[in-house]
């Protein structure tokens, strides 16, 4: 071989004499083991097989989690069939009660209808009787309502002769009426009450709103007692000329 040939070939030539003679050492051939090219793949090689291991590892866990998931899955649904099999049950049951329960409740209804259409002749018979009493009450309704009609027309007629009346009052009592501000609200306002004061007034505001009068406001203060009393016979009588002599002759006592 070669190696072996340069090998004898040094062994047999004599020593130099010179001192720059080179050494054995360096008449050796340079031998190149490729211990950096194998330490390289070793390294290559390691990272792969480890990234292998890696993914195994990884393929296993899902794998075995996959597996109790679906384990999982199927206790549900087992869980979820006993549970269908178990309400499948309960209707099942609860439909038969029901039919029995209908069963009674045609009885019962065919007994209720008979009942029922008893009722039904007996109301008949007494709608017949109602009629005849709506229309003998719809008879005296006309006969009332004719009344009122008249009496409607009598008022027509007197409040004709209330005006100047009213006038009259107004010029003997020293009075005038305006608008409270309100809807339903008139203020009936005096003078020549205070002996002292010709000029001073008196008013009251009346309140028309309901059916019986009322007296919201009025200066000077009065006497509620008394203003109550002058209420009650204007309510009684309907007379105007009731509440306004009696208000003047209470502002003419609580101006004294």
């Not at 003679?21 to 390289?40: C, Q, T, V, Y």
């Not at 003998?136 to 004709?160: F, G, K, N, P, W």
């Not at 809807?183 to 000029?199: A, G, I, P, S």
Request: net charge negative; hydrophobic share 35%.
């Amino acid at each position: 071989m070669a190696f072996e040939s340069s090998l004898s070939t040094s062994a047999m030539r004599p020593p130099l004499a010179s001192a720059e003679a080179p050494s054995m050492a360096d008449s050796l051939p340079s031998i190149n083991f490729g211990f950096e090219e194998l330490r390289d793949r070793m390294n290559k090689f390691t990272v792969k097989f480890d990234d292998f291991i890696e993914k195994g590892r990884k393929r296993v866990l899902e794998e075995r989690n996959q597996f109790r998931m679906n384990v999982a899955e199927l206790h549900e649904d087992q869980r979820m069939k006993q549970k269908d099999i178990e309400i499948l049950t309960l209707k099942a049951s609860t439909h038969a009660q029901t039919l029995q329960k209908e069963s009674q409740e045609t009885a019962e209804m065919k007994s209720a209808i008979a009942e029922i259409t008893a009722q039904r002749d007996n109301r008949a018979a007494a709608r017949d009787r109602i009629r005849q009493q709506i229309a003998s009450t719809q008879q005296v309704i006309d006969q009332r309502l004719a009344a009122q009609r008249q009496h409607a027309e009598y008022l027509d007629t007197q409040a004709r002769f209330n005006l100047p009346e009213l006038d009259f009052w107004q010029d003997y009592l020293c009075l005038y009426i305006e608008g409270g501000g309100m809807k339903d609200h008139l203020k009936f306002v005096y003078t020549h009450v205070d002996e002292r004061d010709w000029k001073r007034e008196a008013w009251f505001e009346l309140g028309t709103a309901k059916r019986d009068y009322e007296i919201l406001h009025c200066r000077p203060k009065l006497d509620a007692d008394k203003v109550e009393k002058v209420l009650d016979r204007l309510n009684e009588s309907r007379d105007l000329r009731i509440l306004l002599q009696g208000m003047r002759q209470l502002f003419s006592e609580a101006m004294k």
